[in-house]
């Protein structure tokens, strides 16, 4: 067991390291994309791959024959050379420091290439001194942009290192624990006296999920029978809309998934709802007009651009979506990843009562390296009367079992069953997603 978690390891890290390369030195982002997906399935496969044929290589999701002829390469050499070659193009320090907050690929290779920085405490004083300027296009703003990018690195660091050191299967109790010592408090402590706290248990189904007709890794099917085996009463499928280019979602693709998931409603107990995850635009739009969004029994919608709007315009901006008769969850809400993007700035506060006043649910993403709506603000949420919605943002089997992050973090809240649309009976629910129509 020991040794075949490692070579499913070490592959998923050379992958995924891979995939950093190529989007580092400015790869094709669908191949990039490939090998990160390749990366996660590897690292997730219940089967030893070091056992497993070269011809059948293949069947592992995500891995096509020339991902399979790399993992056949390393099983043979002990080396990957399209990696080893990558590598010595890329400056060291170079990967390390594009995943600092505000950094980002091109500006990573700039400061590694031309500076000679090669970690986050030597860019920290490159900043200060102003040695930065040196650089062609680099100035006051982007200074600022690194130093508070360095500070989300530094101040999420040990909650970060101490999600990532919790076991598999790790217990709502063992989770939330860790939110206790990381996490400054709210007024969670003194509710819990006083409620039945919402946990794991009472969650009936999960809102906000992907297959591999978008960017998940498992087939509709195969994320359909998983969930029904966590005991769920209902489970949306959300895969994302085609303005997150990317993902090459069509209006004709989105049809012909709601179709098949009608179809498969029949052979579940669960009730199905086809949905799909729509982006907020710039200007609080969504992917698609009324008409077609009617067709959906659920719709998450989600920030994935323009993290860097000011405080007004993002406000704005996610007010125009909940005001969205269609829109029924803000996904991820701040868009942080914990030590890795910092949160968007906007007013909580109008936020919380948009969402209150149209019947808007925020997300409370169950993902470990997300968290979001971040734990500490739950309890203001709350209390300006926001319900919630907590989801795995599933893009793997493994994800699915994720729910226990959300529901600590809820308890760290302080909610209970009432304050979740997800722990209600699914005519509430429904009642709930039609937002007074
Ligand atoms: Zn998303
Ligand atoms: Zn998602």
Redesign the pocket.
């Known amino acids: 067991m020991g040794l075949m978690a490692s070579i499913n390891e070490e592959v998923a890290a050379l992958l995924r390291e891979y995939a950093e390369l190529l989007g580092l030195t400015g790869g094709d982002m669908f191949r990039t994309r490939n090998y990160e997906r390749a990366a996660k399935s590897v690292g997730g496969y219940p089967e030893d791959i070091g056992a497993i044929p070269d011809t059948a290589l293949t069947k592992i999701p995500g891995v096509g024959s020339s991902i399979a002829g790399k993992i056949a390469e390393y099983r043979r050499t002990g080396t990957i050379k399209a990696v080893d070659d990558l590598r010595a193009e890329v400056p060291p320090g170079a990967l390390l420091l594009a995943k600092v907050p505000g950094v980002g690929p091109r500006r990573a290779l700039q400061i590694a290439g031309q500076l000679g920085v090669t970690s986050v405490g030597e860019l920290d004083e490159a900043v200060r001194s102003g040695r930065l300027r040196s650089v062609a296009g680099f100035g006051p703003k982007s200074e600022e942009r690194i130093l508070r990018g360095i500070a989300v690195a530094v101040s999420d660091a040990a909650l970060r290192e101490a999600l990532r050191a919790l076991p598999d299967g790790a217990t709502e109790d063992d989770i939330y624990a860790v939110l206790a010592a990381h996490v400054p408090t709210g007024a969670a402590g003194e509710r819990e006296r006083e409620h039945a706290l919402v946990r794991g248990k009472d969650l009936r189904g999960d809102l906000?999920?992907?297959t591999d007709l978008t960017?998940g890794i498992v087939s509709l099917p195969g994320m359909i029978a998983a969930a029904e085996q966590r005991g769920y009463e209902y489970y949306a499928v959300?895969?994302?809309a085609p303005n997150l280019v990317m993902q090459r979602m069509t209006d004709e693709k989105m049809l012909a998934q709601r179709d098949q998931l009608r179809a498969l409603a029949g052979s579940t107990g669960m009730t199905l709802l086809h949905g799909t995850?729509l982006n907020i635009a710039p200007d609080g739009s969504v992917d698609w007009d009324e008409d077609f969004l009617s067709g959906f029994d659920i719709c998450?919608a989600?920030v994935h651009s323009s993290f860097e709007q000011d405080r007004a315009t993002m406000t704005k901006r996610f007010v125009a979506a909940a005001e969205n008769p269609r829109v029924n969850v803000i996904?991820?809400p701040l868009t942080r990843k914990i030590g890795r993007r910092p949160p968007v700035e906007a007013d909580l506060d109008a936020l919380y009562a948009a969402c209150a006043r149209t019947g808007t649910a925020l997300e409370i993403?169950a993902s470990p390296d997300r968290m979001d709506l971040p734990p500490q603000h739950i309890a203001a949420a709350r209390e300006a009367g926001v319900k919630f919605a907590i989801?795995t943002?599933?893009?793997s089997l493994v994800d699915l079992t994720h729910m226990p992050y959300g529901a600590a973090a809820a308890r760290f809240g302080g909610l209970t069953s009432a304050d979740v649309i997800n722990a209600w009976p699914l005519g509430r629910l429904e009642e709930f997603l039609r937002k007074g129509r």
């Open positions: 906000h999920t992907h960017d959300t895969d994302h995850e998450v989600s996904g991820h993403n989801d943002d599933a893009h």
